[in-house]
Structures are given as C-alpha cells and as structure tokens.
C-alpha cells in the first residue's frame, strides 16, 4: 500500500472536506473561516469526517439497515489503515487521518462517535435525558474532545464545557428536526417529557401544536439555552485565537431556537434557519464580547 507522507500531498483531500462542510454546515461554515488559517483544513476534516455517517444514517429509506452497518464498519476498518498511514480510497478519511496523527486524536473518540452512529440504527427511543446524554456523548460530546484536540488543549477542565457545547448544538438539531425525526422513525425527544408534559406520540406523528406539545418545546429549549450557558463559560479558557469562532459558533445555533419560538413552535412544517444578515450581526456582537 501506498504510504503518505507529506500533509501538502492532501490539500485536494481538504478542499474536498471543506466543500462538505460548506454543503451542509451553512452556520458551521461561517463561524470556521474565522479560525487561524493554519486550523481551518483541520476543522474541516474533523467536520466530513463526522458528517459522512450521519449523513448515510440521516438517509435510511435509501439503504437498509444491515447495509449501512456494513457501510459504518467498512468506513472504520478504512479509518484504522489511513490512521496507520495507509493510503486509502476515501478522500475524507485521508485528510481526518492527517489531522488525527498530527493533533494526537485519541482513537477511542473515533470508535465512541462511530457506535451512536450504529446506535442510530437500532435505538429510535430514549427514556430519560440521562439516557440521551450517553448517546449525545458520542454524537456530539465526543466531537467537542476532539476540537479540543485541534486547539492542543485537551485536558480535564476543559472536557466539562467542550461536552456541554456538543450536548447544546445535538439538543438544537433535535428540537429543529422533530418532524424529520419522526419520519425517520426516530423520536429524541425523551419519553419521560413527553409523560410529564402529557405529550403522546400521535400527537407527534400527526404534528398536533397542542399547548402540551408547546410546554414541552419551551421546556427542552430552555434546557438547550442552559446548556450553551454552561458551555461558553469555558471559552475564556481557550487560546486567544479560537475563542471567537467558538462563542460565534455557539450564537449561530442557539439563535436556531429563537427560530424555533419565532415559528410558533412548528418543528413539524417548517424549518427553522438563520439569514445571512442574521449571521453578519451576530458576528459583529461576538466580536465585542472577546
């Protein structure tokens, strides 16, 4: 097998991994080209390399299941070869590798993100948010670790918020992406708040905007506000030079959930999203802040 060796023989492999982002983190995006010049590739990476099983598990009436556990254990078997320098057939997993060996990576963040991806094929329901954490761990916690490893400070006081971060973008998308859910066959939703608030899942099949249905949004909303709190606190700890696309990435997407409200709580009809404009003037108001 053919061995890389030098990280400028990957810079197709980057732009290819930047194109993905572009495609499908419009608020990702925004906030990465705010990174050092040197990280952006890098973030890139991290990105496709992340967003390619979602993707596949996001689009299940194309394939069977079976079929994408085959495609989530080739894409790992793939991952350890180009992780050992190998030269592989996927452009993403090249460039990821790179990134990787080069910020040390820990491999288990790999595997833990690769599991809730199979997760996602065999678990549709979550009892408690306790329960959801531990999936979210993998969806998303883990990518917060490994952005941390990207900055190179990867250590236990920082874990908590990078965590939390992960946790507020995952909680974003769930609330954002109900209706998609559920046509999916999956419901994020926890099963005891949807108890508490007297929420049935035929009230969530048939998009029902009931005052139960919007007590709980409110409810889950104002958990995910929390979490983005509880989150930037830590962004005073970072390097100078990344805190300010981290706290602008954070803005981005909790301003999703002002959509949410400014949509009447319909996660069923429409999709809730953040206008360029928007965009402009909430960079603008982080960069006063750092």
């Known amino acids: 097998m053919r061995r890389i060796q030098r990280a400028g023989a990957l810079a197709e492999e980057y732009r290819y991994c930047e194109a993905i982002q572009r495609r499908f983190g419009k608020s990702y995006y925004f906030a990465t080209r705010f990174f050092p010049l040197h990280l952006r590739p890098h973030v890139h990476a991290l990105y496709a390399f992340v967003r390619v099983p979602d993707q596949w598990v996001d689009e299940p009436e194309q394939r069977r299941p079976s079929e994408l556990e085959r495609l989530i254990d080739l894409y790992e078997r793939e991952l350890r070869l180009a992780l050992g320098g190998e030269w592989v057939p996927n452009p993403v997993l090249r460039a ?8 040390a990576i820990p491999s288990q963040y790999m595997s833990d993100f690769l599991g809730a991806m199979r997760m996602d094929l065999r678990q549709t329901r979550y009892c408690t948010y306790v329960d959801l954490q531990g ?4 969806s998303a916690g883990v990518v917060g670790a490994m952005m941390l490893c990207l900055f190179r400070c990867h250590h236990e006081a920082l874990l908590p918020y990078a965590v939390r971060m992960g946790e507020a973008m995952q909680m974003t998308n769930f609330l954002r992406d109900v209706g998609e859910d559920w046509r999916r066959g999956r419901l994020y939703l926890p099963q005891e708040d949807l108890e ?40 005073a700890l970072l390097p100078r030079d990344v805190r300010y696309p981290v706290l602008l990435g954070s803005r981005l997407y ?12 319909d996660v069923f009809r429409r999709r809730a999203r953040t206008s360029t404009l928007e965009k402009l003037l909430i960079a603008w108001r982080c960069r006063q802040e750092v």
């Open 96 to 103: 990821f590798a790179h990134t990787a060996r080069e910020f």
């Open 135 to 138: 999936y979210m761990w993998g």
């Open 196 to 235: 508490r608030f007297g929420v049935s899942e035929e009230q969530v099949a048939t998009g029902e905007l009931s005052p139960p249905m919007v007590e709980l949004l409110r409810y889950e909303i104002e958990r995910t506000r929390n979490l983005y709190r509880e989150a930037e606190v830590g962004i």
């Open 254 to 265: 909790a301003r999703i959930l002002h959509h949410i409200e400014a949509n009447g709580y």
